[in-house]
């Protein structure tokens, strides 16, 4: 299993998400990743472009891109632009978006979910499409390109992995995942949820003609972490107040307890095919918990 950090950049200064990044790198991560918001955070793209030249090997991107606020053949081309200067090491993450506020606050159309994910099986057309044609033309209900050119082409071959992420896992984002994704990305919160996902998207992939085999699965997870138990407790409440749940029901939604419990949670993700984990840095978080998920993944690799 290849484990992620998501670090929720709203919560912390630049020179903290700095620190983040490399320690992600430095404590054995396969990759690390921001999110894509608009109000009270860093924009998610220029913060990546200026993050992947500090490190060497981590993977990193976007976890996800909403579709809605870049042109897709623009966004191709930045997305191409990175993976070049990374040397290969972009993820790119996209999903449908779903931030009502957001679109309103910032002045663009939303539409209703339906649309937006139609949208996004388009762009992911076009993106493709930049990204390995020499002079694309497409004509589309939404997005047309015409003999578009993009040079240099991405280092990664044929595209740089394309994750798509949902976090209700229902039948229409789960097709466009069965049609386009090398990732598919679910919010996870507990065994059952990610069980009855999966059988959403097996029957996307079957209607598609997909084997469900050849798509990496992937989760994102909350977490509590610490050594002991009155720690544990202190965790599990800081999470609360950043979710606004009761305690007992944060209990249930997110991975809690020591590394060796956390650890035998994660196992159980891995018995029911979980490929990888991506760990939720939320504001209430700190280097300490970053170090302990680092005895967590040591267990796995």
């Known amino acids: 299993m290849k484990f992620g950090v998501m670090i929720f950049q709203g919560g ?114 076009i993106i493709k499409m930049i990204w390995t044609e020499e002079r694309p033309t497409y004509r589309g209900k939404y997005y047309s390109i015409k003999e578009a050119r993009n040079k240099p082409k991405p280092v990664q071959k044929p595209h740089p992995p394309i994750w798509i992420g949902s976090l209700s896992g229902k039948r229409l984002i789960s097709r466009v995942a069965a049609l386009h994704a090398d990732v598919y990305n679910v919010r996870a919160w507990n065994p059952t949820d990610y069980l009855n996902k999966m059988e959403v998207f097996k029957e996307s992939c079957r209607s598609v003609g997909r084997r469900y085999e050849n798509v990496v699965k992937t989760i994102h997870v909350d977490f509590a972490i610490a050594r002991t138990r009155s720690k544990i407790k202190e965790k599990l409440r800081e999470y609360a107040e950043f979710r ?55 267990q796995f690799k």
């Open 12 to 125: 912390f200064t630049y020179p903290q998400i700095k620190e983040l990044w490399l320690k992600s790198e430095k404590f054995g991560f396969d990759s690390v990743w921001a999110y894509d918001h608009l109000n009270d955070c860093l924009e998610g793209w220029t913060l990546i472009s200026s993050l992947a030249p500090l490190s060497e090997n981590i993977r990193f991107g976007l976890m996800v891109t909403c579709n809605s606020y870049r042109h897709p053949p623009l966004l191709a081309k930045m997305a191409a632009t990175l993976d070049i200067i990374s040397n290969g090491r972009l993820e790119f993450g996209i999903g449908a978006g779903d931030a009502p506020s957001e679109y309103e606050g910032y002045g663009y159309p939303c539409p209703k979910a339906s649309t937006r994910i139609e949208q996004l099986e388009e762009a992911l057309r």
């Open 244 to 298: 606004r749940l009761p305690v007992d029901e944060c209990k249930k939604v997110c991975i809690h307890g020591t590394p060796e419990t956390c650890a035998e949670k994660v196992k159980e993700y891995a018995d029911l095919g979980v490929q990888g984990m991506i760990w939720c840095f939320q504001p209430n978080k700190r280097m300490e918990d970053l170090q302990l998920l680092s005895e967590v993944i040591q």
